[in-house]
C-alpha cells in the first residue's frame, strides 16, 4: 500500500464507511449492544493487523517540513485553521444536558439507539447516527463521557472533510493553495457552525 496522506484519507473513509455498515447490520438484528460493538471496534485492527501496523508506522515515521519565514501569510493561514479547529474543539466538549438545546436534539437519535439497541423509526439506513452512537454503546447511554464522545465523533466528521479539501486542493493546484482552501471552507459559515454543532 502506498503510504501516502492521500491514501491515508481514502483508507480513513472505506473505514468509516464500512464501520456504519457493521454498526446497521448490528442495530437490524438488534444486537447494538456494548459487547458486540467493543468486539467489533476490537477485533477490526486485529483482524487488518498487517494493515494497522502499516499506518501505526507511517505515522511514526511521518515528518512536517515547513520552509516559510515566519511573516509568510501561509503560516498565519495555518494558525487560523488550527485556532478555528481548537476552538470549535472546545465548543463541543462543553458540559450540557442531553436532549436541552439544538445540539442535544441531534445526538438524541444515537442514544436512543443504544437505549433501544435495535433501529428506531426515523433512522434510516447507513446514516452518521450509527457512528455517533459509537460513543453511547461503548461506554452507556447515561456515560457523560460517552455523550462527549459521540459529539467529538461528530467533530471528527468536519476534520474529515476538512482534510479531504485540503488535500485534494493541493494535488490539483499544489503549493499552499491546500491551506487556503482549507481556511475558506472551514471558515464558510454553516461549514462552521455544524462543524462543531450536527456536523453530518
Not at 21 to 43: D, Q, Y
Not at 61 to 84: D, G, K, N
Not at 101 to 127: E, K
Request: net charge neutral; charged share 10%; hydrophobic share 60%.
Amino acid at each position: 500500500i502506498a503510504e501516502t496522506p492521500l491514501a491515508f484519507i481514502v483508507s480513513l473513509g472505506i473505514g468509516i464507511a464500512g464501520m456504519i455498515a457493521l454498526l446497521w447490520g448490528l442495530a437490524i438484528v438488534g444486537r447494538a449492544t456494548m459487547l458486540p460493538v467493543w468486539i467489533l471496534l476490537l477485533g477490526i485492527p486485529v483482524v487488518g493487523f498487517p494493515l494497522t501496523l502499516t499506518w501505526l508506522r507511517a505515522a511514526v515515521r511521518e515528518r512536517w517540513h515547513v520552509r516559510e519565514s515566519f511573516h509568510a501569510p501561509a503560516l498565519l493561514c495555518v494558525f487560523l485553521l488550527f485556532s478555528y479547529l481548537a476552538f470549535n474543539f472546545l465548543s463541543v466538549i462543553r458540559p450540557f444536558p442531553i436532549g436541552w438545546d439544538d445540539l442535544g436534539r441531534y445526538i438524541n437519535g444515537p442514544r436512543q439507539l443504544s437505549v433501544f439497541h435495535a433501529i428506531i423509526p426515523g433512522m434510516l439506513a447507513m446514516q452518521w447516527e450509527y457512528l455517533t452512537a459509537l460513543g453511547f454503546l461503548l461506554f452507556g447511554y447515561a456515560s457523560p463521557f460517552g455523550a462527549t464522545l459521540a459529539m467529538e465523533i461528530n467533530w471528527l466528521a468536519g476534520l474529515l472533510a476538512l482534510l479531504a479539501v485540503y488535500l485534494f486542493t493541493k494535488e490539483v493546484l499544489g503549493g499552499n493553495a491546500g491551506v487556503l482552501a482549507a481556511l475558506f471552507y472551514y471558515t464558510l459559515p454553516m461549514v462552521g457552525h455544524f462543524s462543531f454543532a450536527d456536523m453530518k
